[in-house]
């Protein structure tokens, strides 16, 4: 299907086709009590989908795209009469169920059920507009520049196969030569009733996930541990059963409760954790997998590459009985919306469990990465701050996130106070340390990775670490950096006397500098923090 430009399709056609404004999902508001927003009682089964869609790509656009590898849930009621489809439209993910009538090995689902339902609505200038839902409908579309049929009264309906292993949508089709497709899709409703959305399933068939997420025994005792990875870390649950050792709680973003199970070799003292299913988010599967990794240099100074091994797919720890850590200092562990392929992942490159005990700590020291204080944004002049803060203390111990915080300084060597007429979000009217973990969506970003600073103008600006573990208060030294001149930043408190040499993209040429001084290249070099032209 070819990209479509609805300002010249209304030129064309008059309103009768495609002339609605594109509204995207936004968040959805519970209080329509017909929205089935529950898991119904019953079994439920999880299926990988293949077929064709249709989306809103952006104002004023559309385009057809591909259901595979989307997931789907469909819970099989008590008295086996009822069938419930959650997320029922491949790429409008609102969390609702709807409801089927399972009769003669098929499922009939009832056209006009309302799937979605958004209160408060804006339009593109920001003025308010009565409020609006989504509903089921059949979708006919009659060729890119003719128009499209909508049916709110029939049924979509899937025919089960082998036994609930296959679900396939009957009665759709596409011929992409013309751009005629039949589909499952969502219209409008209120002042906007009947509009297409743009949404669309067609050819839609349903593959039963043979695998189900992992179930610890009942009753197993968890151990607060720490997980680590490079500079960063987080809390999970741990136990030990037997020869089994389960993890609940290493994917941060997608599925924080999901549970991933290994086995211990006594004899050997290895972990082996294989690939497995982790559970799903929003549409999508996620599996832990292990990965062989590459570390590649990009401006921050090194990133890994990720690269699945078809022929083993898991991860192997080295395990330490007497401090019941373990760890990997080779592969990765990543959460990943694939089997086949890395893809939509959150990664764990060399990772170390540990159980944690609290204590007081001084952290290691942060660094400003990047201060670039000519940025321009929302209108105006501003700086761009990007900082690293190990969520670790001087020895590589893991610190707990929440009683972490940092401190900026600028010229004068005074905190810098963040406003909360300036950063929405924040507890207090002003701040001066920043709790590690704060985030306000927009200016400051989490875990600390960089902030909009609204003034420019610095000589330098610096960073502290702050913790508060231990019932204790430790800080570290202050770390400046300058602003960006088109090259990388080098720490002044780090390099101002080992003598550390940098070309102009931030590579490093040798240390200590004494050893190569005179063979150096005609060219400019980064020397003890300083350009320097030889």
Not at 67 to 80: F, L
Not at 268 to 281: C, E, M, V
Not at 311 to 319: A, E, L, R, W
């Amino acid at each position: 299907m070819k990209k479509l430009l609805l300002i010249a399709l209304t030129l064309l056609l008059g309103t009768t086709a495609f002339a609605q404004p594109s509204r995207k999902i936004g968040p959805m508001k519970a209080g329509k009590s017909d929205i089935i927003l529950t898991q119904p009682e019953g079994e439920l089964h999880t299926y990988i989908r293949s077929g064709g869609c249709c989306d809103v790509m952006y104002s004023g656009f559309f385009d057809d795209l591909s259901q595979d590898g989307i997931s789907a849930q469909v819970v099989i009621s008590p008295d086996g009469k009822t069938a419930y489809f959650k997320n029922i439209i491949s790429r409008a993910a609102t969390g609702a169920w709807v409801k089927g009538t399972i009769k003669n090995n098929k499922i009939q689902v009832p056209y006009g059920q309302l799937y979605y339902w958004f209160e408060d609505p804006k339009n593109t200038a920001g003025e308010p507009e009565p409020e609006y839902g989504m509903k089921l409908a059949g979708i006919t579309m009659k060729g890119a520049h003719t128009s499209y049929e909508v049916n709110t009264t029939g049924n979509a309906v899937f025919r089960i196969e082998d036994d609930w292993s296959r679900l396939v949508l009957e009665g759709t089709s596409a011929d992409l030569e013309t751009d005629n497709i039949v589909g499952l899709g969502l219209v409008y409703t209120n002042q906007y009733d009947g509009e297409w959305s743009y949404y669309m399933d067609y050819e839609t068939v349903y593959t039963e996930v043979e695998e189900t997420p992992v179930t610890p025994p009942d009753g197993i005792t968890t151990e607060r541990y720490s997980i680590t990875h490079g500079i960063y870390g987080h809390f999970v649950d741990v136990a030990f059963a037997r020869d089994e050792v389960y993890i609940r709680g290493i994917s941060d973003e997608y599925v924080p409760n999901a549970w991933i199970r290994g086995t211990l070799d006594a004899e050997t003292n290895k972990i082996t954790f294989p690939r497995q299913l982790a559970g799903s988010y929003q549409v999508y599967l996620f599996y832990f997998i292990g990965v062989d990794i590459t570390k590649v240099d990009d401006y921050y100074g090194g990133q890994y590459e990720y690269t699945l091994d078809p022929n083993n797919t898991g991860i192997v720890f080295d395990y330490d009985p007497e401090t019941r850590s373990f760890w990997n200092n080779d592969r990765a562990l990543i959460v990943n919306n694939s089997k086949d392929a890395v893809d939509r992942f959150e990664r764990f490159p060399k990772p170390m469990f540990r159980p944690y005990v609290e204590k007081a700590a001084t952290p290691a020291a942060p660094a400003v990465l990047e201060l670039n204080d000519r940025f321009w944004a929302y209108g105006y002049n501003l700086s761009t701050l990007a900082i690293s803060i190990p969520c670790m203390d001087e020895d590589g111990n893991f610190l707990d996130p929440s009683k972490l915080y940092y401190r900026l300084y600028v010229d004068d060597d005074e905190p810098y106070l963040l406003y909360q007429d300036e950063y929405e979000g924040l507890p207090f009217d002003e701040v001066d340390e920043i709790p590690y973990l704060y985030t306000n969506g927009k200016s400051i970003y989490p875990k600390s990775l960089g902030m909009y600073i609204y003034q420019n103008g610095f000589e330098r600006m610096g960073i502290q670490s702050i913790y508060y573990g231990g019932d204790e208060r430790h800080e570290t030294g202050i770390y400046y950096a300058k602003p960006y001149t088109g090259i990388k930043l080098v720490n002044e408190s780090q390099s101002s006397t080992d003598g550390t040499v940098f070309d102009l993209s931030g590579r490093r040429i040798v240390s200590p500098l004494s050893s190569l001084h005179s063979s150096l290249k005609k060219g400019i070099y980064i020397i003890n923090g300083k350009k320097v032209v030889r």
